[in-house]
């Protein structure tokens, strides 16, 4: 029995091994995870095919992304995301062969930034995206900016590159971003329209408005700066700003009237206007608009929903070559051989897209004209950039880069979509959770993809990965398998709840069902609405989550949408389906949409939601529109308030409901309210920041919280508490413009059914921006203290004196209590609050926290910090009792003694070595299994991971090796039944002794 | 039991034999000579049984006094372990408890089968019994204590209220800042 007791403890010791700590190991990354890198919608694209080797495109975004795209595939080479101020205003590459003079780097190309926001001209290196210079321009004010690099540049003393910014002309030289002169144009009224810089000349024209009536033409020597001529005419009218470039001397304008175009011809400095009446180009006349394509001699103008293309003539006379439907992108002009210049347009044809490159001088010569199948659900195209290449039979070819309505980026070649990019999810703007089908019998997605041999194989190998027996092939092997693991991307709904579907909505309208498995798209929809073209998405809810007939119905989620971008504008209610991605119904809602408060408590018999929108007029409208809502609404009607924040003048107004508005309109869904309270903060010293409320459908497990020596203290939990938070007027700008003495924040915690401020706190010499998490009864918030240099992290608990007198267990025993009745707001609740503050090293983008389904597990903090990771924060370290010498009771519960700033492990980034870039928000989820929730992070990028914060006390963890478990148990059963017959043997010979 | 059994059995042959001895000198293989009829005298033969059921009697008082009295010395043995054992929950000390407890339980449960051998018209059982369960009910509430200075007595209104979930609210309320 001994040896089998020996063999026992061997392979406990072997098992024990085998179970994995918390923080995660470099095999395990990308077995819970996965990140995708995206670029936002791309606002300017430069083509770099003419060397051989790799051909790239470098694009700017919206997103204020600079990248480099491998033409072939569509991978990202290289990527650099600037801060949410720092537009992008130009991109350009300039080829050229670095002399002596610049850098280490060979042959190297160049792409130059500019951004609007801080006036800074940027250089690359393309091959790896280095930066290799930058300059920081004069910007005393904030106007447009033009960038304009000569098409020959040499990295040469002679060439510059002229941008214009912040008011001020500059010269900038190429080889190391020096700036060579400046030419001050902040002149009072005076507006630089385009600065233009003729091929082979050392004049740059420079082109500006007075007063939007007097054109003033500035001559300036591209060497020196200085201004060699400078002509004015005074024009009897008025310019719009919309302006084109024909050529080198010539810009037509749009008047303010928008009917009349002027061609503005500067032919050696003399100016000269020539109006043409629209009406006379076209019959049918209206409201122009200047298209913005860069066409050589040839405008694109866009007159009552057509486009027509209007050609300059030398002595800037127009007239109208062609005409094309509305529906219609185009391209700038780029010159392929021979001095011809060709352009790209493309228009829609039921589920095709038409591309068209043409000659500029000669529309009837089609260079391509190619037609591609096209997803419906990408809607129309939006901007088209092209690029030739030549064939092998000397012919042109033409690739086209086109960006379509859902931000996506495609490349069309010979035909065919060479690749696509899914960019709209850069700009995600609201997330929701969806379950996955439940797995019917006999329609079951997965495959039955083992055969035992295979999972035998399998498990074999793991055993080696454990045993440490393992060869680097069955290393890889062994990883290989844990990553294609079958069960992760199935598309049903499974045990643990670990798949689900994230749905997010995107700024282009587009919602987006991603699988938490490995970050797929299950299905795509771009919002369609009866009443306008494209409704902008606002928000995303929770519709109907059918539990009852799980099997049978499926779940839908509502699209809060608007027809236009004005607060008054009617909106769109869209009810999608989460498991096709159809949109089962579209609503024009007639009235606007303000606030969207769902109400979570309240379902009807087929389990949609209630939900109640506000409009503008200060009514409520009561969502899905049937009697038994009505009915259900009606019952609860005494009940029900909503309040909104005025954030410019610093109100917050709380309403009741009061009676249906069947006097204004027959509309019997529809409620009027009266105001109940407002809280107003005196406007000289408060300005609200920050708001925030608890998640409506955050599950708390219990309502008391027991302290060490087996005191009681009762949570206050209440869905009806907005957190507030104000900062001094002067304040509220960046971080350090003031002095400590100027700036205070004050928080406050305010009840949100009857106006009472149940806590203030105000923290002298702090500032914001504001971050805050609010859960269960607590709030922590991140701001920043002057004095100290640092930022700070407070912590506030809140907790229901009024309960505390529930300690006689014999009433509790027998049920004589009054903490499970129902409370009321009214009933003035006394409370007290605990709070603590802390340093906090770094700077915060947005804070979030984890949940769970039932609520037990304890939390975790998930801070976006500045550097676009996520770190996870026990909430054990924002513990208002936590103490400097805790006792050992206190220890042995877990209370960590008091520092005065939070650590940071750096184990416990979630995103291990990976960035969220431009982080925005986090969203966590909970799983079926309590101690797991999901977490998903958004920015340009998203992330997805699955996080257990106190470990999986209730799975075995995926590596678990059942095999070596199997073995274990069958080793054991042959060593007792071995020693069994050697000791009957045993006993059998000393029984003949 | 089975000590107080084997004591018992000794004893009466032991008396038997003291008997024998005293009526009959002679050996008992050789059968009495004809004629000769074996008639003790009564009184002296009732006078020896009830001499000898006295004694009996007395002993098993006697006995089942010490058979009460033995759970004390378990007690003491138990306070000392748990002592010994800690204020903290873990194996050990959750053993011990655990035993503590079932100890006394088990032997109240048993308690008419401890002190059946004892059984007897003249002696009074009563006192030793009640000492008996007195002792193991105190042993009990040894345990008991033990658990509860564990911490796995529900004694606290902390643990009542602890998985008591929060109250419903009356009134709901939603709003904000106004979508823009």
Redesign the interface.
């Known amino acids: 029995m001994a040896m089998a007791l020996r063999l026992y403890l061997l392979l406990i010791v072997f098992v024990s091994s085998a179970i994995v700590s918390f923080s995660l190991y470099e095999d395990q990354v990308g077995l819970m995870d996965w990140h995708q890198r995206y670029i936002g919608k791309v606002k300017h694209a430069v083509f770099h095919t003419q060397k051989t080797g790799r051909k790239r495109v470098i694009v700017s975004t919206e997103e204020n992304v600079v990248a480099s795209l491998d033409l072939r595939h569509g991978e990202i080479f290289w990527r650099h995301v600037l801060g949410t101020k720092d537009a992008i205003d130009g991109v350009d590459i300039a080829l050229g062969k670095c002399k002596e003079s610049c850098l280490d780097v060979p042959n190297t190309v160049f792409a130059f930034t500019l951004m609007y926001h801080r006036s800074m001209l940027r250089a690359w290196n393309l091959p790896d995206g280095q930066m290799v210079w930058e300059t920081s321009l004069h910007s005393a004010q904030h106007s447009k900016s033009l960038l304009s690099v000569p098409v020959n540049l040499k990295f040469d003393k002679d060439y510059s590159i002229l941008v214009f910014g912040g008011g001020y002309l500059h010269a900038v030289s190429p080889i190391d971003g020096e700036l060579l002169w400046k030419k001050d144009f902040t002149a009072e009224g005076f507006e630089v329209q385009r600065v233009l810089q003729p091929l082979e000349s050392s004049i740059v024209y420079v082109l500006g408005f007075l007063h939007s009536s007097e054109a003033i033409v500035y001559q300036i020597d591209s060497k020196s700066g200085e201004v060699v001529a400078e002509k004015s005419k005074a024009f009897p009218g008025r310019f719009s700003g919309e302006i084109s470039a024909v050529s080198n001397d010539k810009v037509v304008v749009l008047d303010s009237t928008r009917s009349i175009l002027v061609t503005i011809s500067f032919v050696d400095g003399e100016i000269s206007f020539q109006k043409t009446l629209i009406s006379s180009l076209v019959e049918d006349s209206g409201e122009a608009e200047i298209l913005s394509p860069l066409l050589s001699n040839m405008l694109a103008v866009k007159v009552n929903k057509r486009t027509i293309f209007v050609r300059v003539g030398d002595q800037g006379k127009l007239e109208m070559v062609d005409s094309l439907s509305d529906e219609t992108a185009m391209s700038d002009s780029l010159p392929v051989a021979d001095d011809q210049v060709a352009f790209a347009s493309v228009h829609h044809e039921g589920s095709k897209i038409h591309l068209t490159v043409k000659l500029v001088d000669d529309l009837d010569t089609v260079l391509l004209r190619e037609s591609i199948q096209m997803d419906q659900h990408r809607g129309r195209v939006d901007r088209v950039f092209i690029n030739n290449y030549i064939k092998t039979d000397r012919s042109n070819g033409f690739r086209a880069l086109i960006v379509m309505e859902d931000h996506s980026l495609l490349l069309l070649q010979q035909g065919a979509i060479v690749w696509s990019r899914e960019e709209g999810l850069a700009s995600v703007t609201d997330v929701t959770t969806a379950e996955l089908p439940v797995e019917k019998d006999g329609v079951s997605v997965a495959k039955v993809e083992h055969t035992l041999v295979d999972w035998l194989k399998g498990h074999i190998l793991k055993l080696k990965g454990s045993l440490l027996l393992a060869s680097p092939e069955d290393v890889v092997a062994i990883q290989e398998m844990r990553m294609k693991s079958s069960g992760r991307s199935k598309l049903t709904r499974d045990h643990n709840g670990f798949r689900k579907l994230f749905i997010a909505l995107t700024r282009a309208g587009k919602l987006f069902a991603l699988h938490t498995g490995d970050g797929r798209i299950v299905w795509s929809t771009l919002l369609n609405s009866p009443a306008c073209a494209r409704p902008s998405g606002?928000?995303l809810y929770q519709w109907q989550v059918p539990h009852h007939h799980a099997m049978d119905e499926n779940p839908s989620v509502l699209v809060v949408g608007?027809c236009g971008s004005d607060?008054s504008s009617p909106g769109v209610l869209s009810f999608v389906d989460v498991y096709t991605g159809k949109e089962i119904s579209s609503s024009d809602i007639g009235h606007s949409?303000?606030?969207?408060?769902?109400?979570p408590?309240f379902t009807d018999s087929t389990e949609q939601r209630l939900h109640?929108i506000?409009d503008t007029d200060g009514h409520v409208h009561l969502y899905p529109k049937t009697p038994e809502a009505l009915g259900i609404f009606q019952r609860?009607f005494q009940?029900?308030?909503?309040?909104?924040?005025?954030?410019d003048d610093g109100i917050i107004r709380?309403h009741g409901m009061k009676s249906s508005c069947a006097g204004e309109t027959a509309d019997e869904y529809c409620f009027t309210t009266r105001e109940l309270w407002t809280v107003v903060f005196p406007s000289e010293s408060e300005k609200i920041i920050s708001?925030l409320?608890r998640k409506?459908n955050e599950v708390?497990?219990?309502?008391?919280k027991?302290s060490t020596d087996?005191?009681?203290l009762?949570?206050y939990?209440?869905?009806?508490l907005l957190f507030v938070a104000t900062v001094s007027p002067k304040g509220a700008g960046e971080i350090g413009s003031v002095t400590p003495e100027e700036s205070a924040l004050v928080v406050y915690l305010i009840d949100?059914?009857t106006g009472r401020i149940l806590h203030r706190l105000s923290h002298q010499g702090c500032q914001g921006p504001v971050h805050a998490v609010f859960s269960e009864n607590w709030v922590v918030y991140h701001y920043f203290n002057l004095r100290a240099h640092k930022y700070e992290v407070t912590v506030v608990e809140i907790y229901d004196q009024s309960r505390a007198e529930?300690?006689?267990?014999w009433k509790?025993?027998l049920g004589k209590?009054n903490?499970?009745?129902?409370?009321?707001?009214?009933s003035r609740p006394e409370m007290f609050t605990k709070s603590q503050s802390y340093f906090f090293p770094q700077s915060v983008k947005t804070i979030a926290v984890t949940s769970t389904a039932k609520g037990i597990t304890s939390k975790q903090l998930l801070i976006g910090t500045i550097g676009d990771q996520i770190l996870a924060l026990d909430k054990r370290f924002v513990d208002p009792r936590r103490t400097l010498n805790p006792s050992q009771a206190e220890k042995?519960e877990g209370i960590i003694p008091l520092t005065d700033s939070l650590p940071i492990i750096p184990q416990s980034y979630i995103t291990h070595s990976l960035k969220v870039e431009g982080l925005r928000g986090i969203v966590t989820a909970p799983a079926k299994l309590e101690s797991t929730t999901h977490v998903f992070a958004y920015g340009v990028d998203l992330f997805y991971t699955r996080l257990a914060p106190s470990k999986t006390y209730d799975s075995l963890t995926d590596d678990f090796s059942y095999a070596l478990l199997l073995i274990t148990i069958v080793a054991l059963v042959a060593a007792i039944y071995i020693t069994w017959a050697l000791s009957e043997k045993k006993e059998l010979s000393e029984k003949w002794r | 039991m089975d000590k107080g059994k084997a004591v018992m059995g000794a004893g009466r042959r032991w008396a038997v034999d003291f008997s024998d001895q005293s009526t009959v000198p002679s050996s008992r293989d050789i059968l009495d000579p004809p004629g000769f009829s074996r008639v003790s005298p009564e009184q002296d033969d009732s006078a020896t049984s009830r001499q000898k059921k006295d004694a009996e009697a007395n002993w098993k008082l006697q006995k089942a006094w010490e058979v009460a009295q033995s759970p004390f010395k378990n007690l003491m043995m138990m306070g000392f372990m748990m002592w010994m054992a800690g204020n903290t929950v873990h194996l050990f000390s959750i053993g011990i408890t655990f035993s503590a407890l079932w100890q006394p339980l088990s032997a109240l449960q048993s308690v008419g089968k401890v002190f059946e051998p004892f059984k007897d018209n003249k002696v009074e059982l009563l006192m030793p019994k009640l000492v008996f369960l007195a002792l193991n009910l105190g042993g009990l509430a040894l345990g008991i204590w033990k658990l509860n200075t564990l911490g796995l007595l529900p004694t606290h209104a902390s643990d009542w209220v602890s998985s008591l979930p929060p109250p419903q609210e009356v009134e709901h309320s939603g709003g904000g800042f106004a979508f823009h």
């Open positions: 606002i928000s608007r607060s949409v303000v606030q969207v408060m769902p109400l408590l109640l506000a609860e009940n029900v308030y909503w309040y909104n924040v005025e954030g709380g708001t409320t409506p708390v497990h219990t309502q008391a027991v087996q005191d009681v009762y949570k939990v209440s869905r009806n949100t059914v529930n300690k006689n267990v509790l025993v209590h903490l499970t009745a129902p409370i009321s707001s009214y042995e």
